[in-house]
């Protein structure tokens, strides 16, 4: 069975553009997670979607946002781009998003902001 | 709100001794938690995971952990390391069904030859 994939996996842009993240899934798992991930900061969760719907929000700006279509595939949506939302972009995919469901990461894209 | 802590953002071990990375979490309900594992330039792999049962969890790799409520600490440990073992390690505790999963700031493991 295929992993989680990330595309594209390492991303350069620069300040005040806008970027688009994809994640494909594990074939028949129904929730994607999207954390970033800084030296600093350490990982932290972004949003979750379940069948299409964004279930939890972290704390992060209305400039990152996502969304989820129907076979499941997520994309990542960061505008107006920061110096500081340099960071690993990692997707995590799992059967139902139970709390105790195993989360499957990607490889992450590595998004660099000059 | 559930939160994490690791103690010690890097561990140094010698090749063939006792790997033990420290993890203590808060939390007004009883948890879930998880160790992951991230080797340079990948993403995270589940190493092993404690929903309910029993305190003492195997995972892979020969590592394992014990759940410890009057602590509340989930600690890694794995008997004998290895050079393959150096990665930076994450503890996480979820507690409800759909809720998020929330992370250490992760222990980086160095093994010295």
């Known amino acids: 069975k295929a992993g989680v994939t990330q595309t594209p996996r390492y991303l350069i842009k620069t300040r005040g553009q806008q970027v688009t993240l994809s994640c494909s899934p594990i074939s028949g798992h129904r929730s994607v997670s999207w954390y970033q991930q800084t030296p600093g900061q350490g990982l932290q969760f972004l949003f979750e979607?379940?069948?299409?719907?964004?279930?939890n929000k972290g704390n992060f700006p209305g400039r990152f946002s996502g969304r989820q279509f129907s076979n499941s595939r997520s994309e990542m949506n960061v505008s107006t781009l920061e110096l500081g939302d340099s960071a690993l972009y990692l997707c995590a995919s799992s059967l139902v998003g139970d709390g105790t469901d195993t989360q499957y990461f990607g490889p992450g894209t590595r998004l660099t902001v000059l | 709100a559930q939160s994490v802590t690791q103690l010690g953002s890097h561990v140094s071990v010698s090749e063939g001794a006792l790997v033990l990375l420290r993890c203590n979490y808060s939390s007004s309900v009883p948890p879930y938690l998880f160790w992951y594992v991230q080797y340079p330039n990948q993403g995270l792999q589940l190493l092993l995971k404690y929903t309910t049962g029993a305190t003492l969890v195997k995972g892979i790799n020969g590592f394992e952990a014990e759940f410890k409520k009057s602590e509340t600490s989930f600690h890694l440990t794995k008997p004998s390391a290895h050079m393959s073992d150096a990665a930076e390690y994450f503890c996480?505790?979820?507690?409800?069904?759909?809720?998020?999963?929330?992370f250490g700031k992760g222990t980086r493991l160095h093994i010295l030859p």
């Open positions: 996480a505790v979820s507690v409800a069904w759909g809720d998020k999963i929330i």
């Open positions: 979607y379940f069948s299409e719907t964004q279930r």
